[in-house]
């Protein structure tokens, strides 16, 4: 079971947010993994204390938890400790107020790292989210330079060690006994020193290029959903897998059917002597026109259902049904002819 976060940091429930960042300070001073190696119990302790901190100095959580415990923020989806990295990167104000510079530890810019994930919307007509189909999108991304292979030097020539960092990539300054290492400023962290750039990428090792891809945009999509296509993203560096495209569907409307969930709903006119009398029309569907036939009676307003005429299911199988929601239409250019006939039938309506 997981500790109070109060008793954690060490304050009461009244404590003010200058109490419980200088509890936190002095805490992170103490049990700070460059301070104690190798030393788990240590970690641990440090990871409580970042966890309580980040909850406490956020009025929003905080209430949240002095209301509900664990189980409430569990519920508004918040996992715990977020790593070392978040943790530096959000409380970097604390490590320069105690130390003079920022805990956040530094991570060699030669690691492999994945590529950047690119996001595409594309729109598609009405029938096309329907039915499905298959797309050519053109998009931007950054691939490996096919001149240097990636290395951003000339070809012939070979980046030199970094005499800032002697090829490490990090620098370490230390205050007292607590010591930290960052990002060389001189290589970038890469360790190593282009003398002669690349002409073709200028020294990035990646040029922008424009790749087509093919989608296929599978039936039953709406407005709003989001298509993965794995390693069509940017390259990785240094060995680092490609990254992921993701395609944001955007469906344009029909000037006769609108879409609910997967039933299509369209409205259509029938003259006054057939919702009267019955019969067959004419109805365009999805699939086509298609003869429905008009109950005897039908009222303005009615629904007739054609079932299976609808949009595919995206996850399952089957359609939707067609809904057609009837408008009676009633004539107001009478002959007089026409007049007369209908005042006869009023009058046999009403005298029966």
Same mark, same amino acid.
């Given at each position: ?133 298959? %797309? ?7 691939? #490996? /330079?096919?001149? =240097? +292979? $990636? &290395? *951003? ?20 300054? %230390? ?7 960052? #990002? /060389?400023?001189? =290589? +970038? $962290? &890469? *360790? ?92 365009p569907t999805l699939d086509g026109v298609e003869k429905v036939k008009i ?58």
């Amino acid at each position: 079971m997981k500790q109070d976060y109060y008793t954690i940091l060490g304050i009461d429930r009244n404590a003010s947010d200058e109490q419980i960042k200088k509890n936190y300070r002095k805490l992170a001073l103490k049990f700070h993994p460059d301070r104690n190696p190798g030393d788990r119990q240590a970690e641990e302790r440090f990871k409580e204390a970042a966890e309580a901190y980040e909850v406490l100095r956020d009025p929003e959580k905080r209430a949240l938890y002095d209301r509900y415990g664990h189980e409430g923020l569990n519920g508004a989806g918040f996992s715990g400790f977020s790593g070392f990295d978040d943790i530096f990167s959000s409380f970097g104000d604390i490590f320069e107020d105690v130390f003079g510079f920022s805990g956040r530890r530094s991570r060699s810019r030669t690691a492999p790292r994945p590529g950047a994930d690119l996001r595409y919307d594309l729109s598609i007509s009405f029938m096309d989210a329907v039915f499905g189909k298959v %797309a050519d999108v053109d998009i931007q991304r950054l691939e #490996t /330079c096919d001149e =240097c +292979g $990636g &290395t *951003g030097a000339t070809p012939g020539t070979t980046p030199v060690m970094c005499p800032t960092c002697h090829g490490s990539g990090q620098v370490t300054r %230390a205050s007292g006994f607590f010591t930290v290492s960052s #990002t /060389c400023p001189h =290589c +970038g $962290g &890469t *360790g190593r020193i282009i003398e002669h750039p690349c002409h073709s990428c200028g020294g990035r090792g990646m040029k922008e290029v424009t790749k087509n891809v093919q989608l296929k945009i599978p039936p039953g999509v709406e407005t709003g959903v989001r298509l993965r296509l794995r390693g069509e993203g940017e390259d990785g560096r240094f060995g680092g897998p490609r990254g992921d495209l993701y395609v944001f569907i955007h469906v344009q409307p029909h000037e006769f059917f609108n879409r609910e969930g997967n039933d299509v709903v369209c409205h259509v006119p029938v003259p006054m002597i057939t919702a009267v009398l019955g019969g067959e029309m004419e109805v365009p569907t999805l699939d086509g026109v298609e003869k429905v036939k008009i109950p005897r009676g039908t009222q303005h307003g009615n629904l007739i259902r054609l079932k299976g005429k609808g949009v595919p299911r995206l996850r399952g199988s089957g359609r939707g049904d067609q809904v057609i929601q009837i408008a009676v239409e009633i004539p107001i250019d009478l002959t007089k002819k026409e007049e007369k006939l209908l005042k006869e039938f009023a009058k046999l309506r009403y005298e029966r």
